[in-house]
C-alpha cells in the first residue's frame, strides 16, 4: 500500500511498526495508536469549528445583503482567531449565588457532548474512529448530555430568565428527539444495522431516495436540537435576556457559541451519513482521501442548508414549535415507520421496492397536506366569525 | 492486575462514591447530579462487560430521560437553591443497621450460589448479539408478550402520569 | 468490540480536556476585577426583583412524561429494526402493533388536551 493510495493507513501502519520495534507491548502499541486516533480525530473537529464560524458568518452576511468579516487576514479568514483572543482575555465573571462547579462544568460538557459524536462518524472507506455496532444509538444517546449541560447551566445561574430559558430549552430539547430518535430508526431499518460505517456501506441508492420525507423531518428535527432560529426560543433576547447563558461571559460564553456552530456543522455531517450516502462517490473505494472529500462537500451543503433557514426564518412561536412537534412530526414519523417496514419486508429485493417506498412518502405527504387544509380552512371559518370585532375609533 | 481490571475498579468505586453522594446531599439538583454520574458509571460498567447497547440505552434512557425528568421536577417544585438544613431522621440509625443486615445478607446469600464466581461463557452466535435481541423480543418462542405487554405498560404509564400531571380545569 | 469503546473511552477523556483548554488559558490571560455590582443578576440593568425561583408551568413537565414514554418505545424498536433481515412477516406486525399501541398513547393525550400550550 502506498502513500497514495491510502495516507491514513500508511501513516498508522508506519507508526505502529516504529512502535512495535521499540519493544513495546502490543497493548500499550494500540492504546498509544488509539490515543492517536482520539487526538487527530477531535481536533479536525474542532480545527473545522474555527473556520465554520468564519463561513457562516460570512454567508449569513451575504444573506442579509453585507459583505460580513473581512478585516483580520486575507477575507477576514483570521476573524474566528480574533475572536478567541478577544474571549479569552476578557473578564470572566461568576455571579454570586452562583453554583459554582455546575456553572463551570455546563459550558465544558456542551462542548463534549457534540465533540463525542464524531467519535463514530465515518470519514472515508476505513476511515472512522470507533466502528462500534450502535453508533447510532449512541449519537441520540451523547446528545442528551447536551440537555443537562444546558439545565445545569440555566439552574446554577441563580437568575430566573437563565432558568426559565433552560425550562423553555429542554423542553423544545426532548420534544425534538422524538422525532429525531424515530427517522434515526429508518436508516438503520433500512441498512439492517446500527453501525454508521454499515449505513453508509448499505447505500448503493442514497436512502433519501427511499425516504426522503425522513431525511427532511431528521433535518428539521436537527435545527430545533442545535436551537437556532427559527427554533431559538430559548435565547429569545426580547423575552427572557439571552436564556439559559444569560450569567456566562469571556471563553465560557465561547464554549456554548462554539458548541452550537459545531454542532451545526455536525448536523450536516449527519445528514450526509445517514441518508446521503456519506463517503460514497466515483472512487471513493479506491481512494479515501476522495471519500473525505465528498463527506465535507455533502455535509457543507447540509450545513448551507441549515444557515439559509436561519437567515430566512423568523423565530416561532413556543406553543406553535410545541404543537408542530407532537401533533405534525410524531404522528407523521410514526405512520412513516409503520409504512416503511411493512412496505420494506414486503417488497425486499423486488423490482417494486423502490416505487412501493416512494408512494408511501408520497402518500403520507399528501395526507398531511390535505389534513394541513383542512385546519386552515377550519382556522379560517373560525376567524370569520370574529370578523365583526369592535376597532377602537378616533372620537 | 491488567489495566482493565484497573478501570474497572476506579469506575466501580467511582460508582459507588456517586452513589453515596446521592443519598447524603442536602441540595436535591446536586444529588440529580450526582446520580447523573452514578448511571453514567453502569454504562461505563455495561461497556466493559462487551454489552454496548445496554450501554447506550443506559445513557439514553436514564441519563436522556429519567434523570433529566427528575431534575426538571425538583427544579418545578422547589428550584430554589435553598438546601434542606437536615435530610436525616430519628430513624436513621435503625434504618442503616437495617440496610447493612440486608446487603450482607444478600451477599452471603449470593456467595452461596454456585454460578456467581462462575466465568461468563462467550457468546457462541455467530450472529451480531443486536440481531439476537432483536429476534429474540419478537419470536414467538422468545419475549414477543413481554415486548407487546410492555407497549401496554407504557400506554398505562402514560395515560396515568397525564391524569396525575395535567392542572385540572377551574382551579 | 472492546478495542473499538477503548477509542470512545479515549475520546471521552481527550474531549473534555480540549474545551478545557480555553478555559485554563483565560484564568491566567483574563484580568480578574470583581466587585459587587458585577457580580449582581444580569437582568438587563434591572435590579432583579423577587426570588430566582418563580412559578413555572406544569405544562413542562407533561411534555417531558410523554417524551419519556416515547423514547423508551423508540429504543425498544431499534433492535427490532436491526434483525430485520432474520424476522418473518408477522413480526413485522408485531412492531407495528407496538407502535399503533403507542401511538394510541399519542392520541389520547391529544385529545385530553395535554399537549396543549395554554
Known sequence: MTFFEDPVVFLSNLIQDLLVGLNLAPSVVTFFMTLLGVVIVASFGLIAVIFLIWLERKVAARFQDRIGPNRAGPYGLLQTFADIIKLITKEDITPDNADKVAFNIAPILSVVSVLLIWAVIPFASGWIGSDINVGVLYIGAVGSFGILSVLMAGWSSNNKYALLGAFRAVAQLISYEVPMLITLLIPVLLA?????????????????????????????????????????????????????????????????????????????????????????????????????????????????????????????????????????????TLALLMLIAVLDKAFAGTALYLPALIAANLVVFAGLMVALRQLAVRQRKERKRFKKRPVAKPA | MTPIQLVFLFVAFATLWAAFMVVTRNNLVHAALFLVIALFGVAVLFVMLEAGFLAVIQVLVYIGAIAILMIFAVMLTRGDVDDIPDITNRYAGWVGLVAVLFFSSLVILMAQWPSFTALAKPILSSRDTIVELGTALVSPNGYVIPFEVASVMLLAALIGALVVARPRKGK | MLDQWLFVGIFVSIAAVFPLLPLVMARFLAPRKPNRIKQETYECGIETVGDTWVQFKIQYYVYALVFLIFDIETVFLYPWAVSFDVLPLFAVFEGVLFILILAAGLFYAWRKGALEWS
Request: proline letters at 5%; a neutral charge.
Open chain 1, 192 to 332: 439492517r444495522t446500527m453501525g454508521l460505517m454499515g449505513i453508509v456501506e448499505a447505500q448503493s441508492t442514497w436512502f433519501v431516495v427511499y425516504a426522503p420525507l425522513p431525511a427532511l423531518i431528521f433535518l428539521i428535527s436537527s435545527i430545533a436540537e442545535i436551537g437556532r432560529t427559527p427554533f431559538d426560543l430559548l435565547e429569545a433576547e426580547s423575552e427572557i435576556v439571552a436564556g439559559f447563558h444569560t450569567e456566562y461571559t469571556g471563553m465560557k460564553f465561547g464554549l456554548f457559541f462554539a458548541g452550537e456552530f459545531l454542532h451545526a456543522f455536525t448536523i450536516g455531517v449527519l445528514t450526509a451519513i445517514l441518508f446521503f450516502g456519506g463517503w460514497r462517490g466515483p472512487g471513493a473505494e479506491t481512494y479515501p482521501v476522495l471519500g473525505v472529500i465528498y463527506l465535507m462537500l455533502k455535509a457543507l451543503g447540509g450545513y448551507f442548508i441549515v444557515m439559509w433557514v436561519r437567515t430566512t426564518l423568523p423565530r416561532i412561536r413556543i406553543d406553535h414549535m410545541l404543537n408542530f412537534n407532537w401533533k405534525l412530526l410524531v404522528p407523521v
